[in-house]
């Protein structure tokens, strides 16, 4: 079994929840079980989607999970997008997250 943490994209990824939960803990309080748990479960999938796959016996279902893990990432990045609109973060915030996105897309 390969040992997800030894990949750069679960690395970048982990570091990309940290960021998202430290940002959604400043979100409205109305959006604790709206926005805010729908963010940091696409994060979280980014992540857990890795791990999953690295268990699984065949490089085929280890390839199957890291495309689901690429569907949260761009999940992510829309509901971060969607953030901005609603003001709840602000536009040095959005950067900062988006950018990460982005690298861990190239991952």
Not at 8 to 18: D, E, F, G, N, T
Not at 75 to 89: G, H, Q, T, V, W
């Amino acid at each position: 079994m390969v040992n997800y943490k030894n990949y750069q994209v679960w690395q970048r990824s982990h570091k990309l929840v940290l960021s998202i939960y430290a940002t959604t803990k400043t979100y409205p309080k109305a959006e604790q079980f709206g926005l805010v748990s729908q963010i940091n479960r696409a994060a979280l999938s980014i992540l857990t989607n890795i791990a999953e796959g690295c268990g699984r016996e065949t490089q085929k279902e280890l390839i199957r999970f890291l495309y689901i893990s690429s569907g949260s990432t761009h999940e992510s990045d829309y509901l971060i997008l969607a953030s901005k609109e609603l003001r709840f973060i602000d536009e040095e915030k959005l950067n900062l997250i988006l950018s990460e996105i982005d690298e861990i897309k190239k991952c």
